[in-house]
Structures are given as structure tokens and as C-alpha cells.
């Protein structure tokens, strides 16, 4: 029979998307609520819930719409961060940064959750899948504004690099563009994560047509 996890982790694998993050005050006044309809009609088939900002209550809220929206989409659904709100709002998965609770706890507590991990490094990615994660996370790639103080980025050139020392499924993330698309594909990337490309879109559901269309057409 197969498992919860592993009916997630194939629909993770098997899905090349843009994998969509939500950013509400990069959104030029538009709520998480109404970027998350948008990407979903748009075809996103990965939506990751990011909200630095709110008390938990407020999250906990959005973590609640958001399964609901993903599973009427047949999307997966990725909470930031916050284990807990993961569990509460049965999110498909969390997404761990370097300096939040370390993935082997997160898998100790949540064995069916997809965890993926932020890998800054080539020994993070080499170590993620001993730590307990799904996936990793490559990035920054190139300059954003989601992430403050940092002076240099990994560039494309490191997907090759870090994908060779593990085999988990990876997503790329940091400054990404629509253009950038066919390299990154080409270099081995499915799953492509952004946030002001589709926060701040005029347009967001006809973005997330665009990106998904150039991710499919280049893969």
C-alpha cells in the first residue's frame, strides 16, 4: 500500500512547476487569498504559504484556505517555516531554512510531511537527505528582495555542482526571471520557485500561465 508520504513525495517529484511563494507585503496591496487563487487558476502545481509578518492566528487562517484551495486544485501545499501550522492545517509539506528547527526533529515529529530544506551550500545539499528532508532547496541564485544583507549568489552554474552530490528532488530559488527559465531547465531544475515574479505581476494568474508554459516547453 502505498503511504501518505509517498503518494506526496511522487506528486512532488512528478510535477515540474513553478513553485509559487506567497510574499503579501510584496504583493502591491493584493492579500495571500487573492495571490493563491491566482497562481492556482494559473496552474501552479507546487503553492508555498510565506508570511514572516502575521501572529498565528492570522497564518493558521490563510494555512486553512490555502489546503482547501490546493485540494479542490490538486495542488501541493507547502507551509514556511512553521511545523506547527504544517501539522494543524494538514499541509502536504514545511520548508526549513538553515536556522529554524533542524530537519531530523522535523521528520521525528512528522514522518508523513514532505520537508524540504534551504541548501546555501553543496555540503547542505549533500547532507540534507541524512537530516531527514524530502528536498532541497538551492539558492540564492541570483539577487532578491526576499532576502536582505546578502552579497553574493550561487548562480546557475551551481545546480550541476549540487545536484550531483545528492539525490533528492531540489528546487532552485533568488532572483529568478522568466528568461532565465530554458538555462535552468537545462541545467536540471523542475521545480522553479519564485516570489515578487508572480507577487508583484500585474497580472498574476497570466504570469503563472507564462511560467508554467516556458517550464514545460524547455524541460
Known amino acids: 500500500m502505498t503511504t501518505l508520504y509517498q503518494q506526496r513525495i511522487l506528486q512532488f517529484i512528478n510535477e515540474p512547476t513553478v513553485y509559487a511563494v506567497s510574499c503579501e507585503k510584496l504583493a502591491n496591496g493584493r492579500t495571500d487569498y487573492e495571490w493563491l487563487d491566482a497562481v492556482l487558476t494559473g496552474g501552479a502545481k507546487i503553492v508555498q504559504l510565506r508570511d514572516k509578518e502575521s501572529d498565528d492566528g492570522t497564518v493558521f487562517q490563510k494555512a486553512q484556505y490555502f489546503r482547501a484551495k490546493t485540494q479542490e486544485a490538486g495542488a501541493l501545499f ?3 517555516n ?22 531530523e526533529e522535523a521528520r521525528r515529529i512528522a514522518p508523513d510531511l514532505i520537508i524540504g530544506v534551504s541548501a546555501n551550500t553543496k555540503e547542505q545539499a549533500a547532507s540534507a537527505k541524512t537530516r531527514g528532508a524530502s528536498y532541497f532547496n538551492i539558492g540564492p541564485l541570483f539577487a532578491t528582495q526576499t532576502k536582505k544583507g546578502i552579497s553574493s549568489f550561487l548562480g546557475i552554474e551551481v545546480i550541476e555542482t549540487f545536484s550531483e552530490v ?3 528532488p531540489f528546487t532552485v530559488m533568488g532572483g529568478i526571471k522568466l528568461e532565465h527559465v530554458p538555462a535552468l531547465t537545462a541545467a536540471g531544475a523542475r521545480r522553479i520557485a519564485v516570489v515578487t515574479a508572480l507577487t508583484q505581476a500585474e497580472d498574476i494568474c497570466r504570469e503563472t500561465r507564462l511560467w508554467m508554459e516556458s517550464i514545460l516547453k524547455n524541460i
Request: charged residues 20%; aromatic residues 0%; glycine residues 8%.
Open 78 to 80: 507547502i507551509v514556511n
Open 82 to 103: 512553521r511545523l506547527d501550522i504544517a501539522l494543524a492545517s494538514d499541509a502536504d509539506g514545511v520548508h526549513l531554512g538553515n536556522n529554524d528547527l533542524p530537519a
Open 166 to 168: 545528492s539525490d533528492l
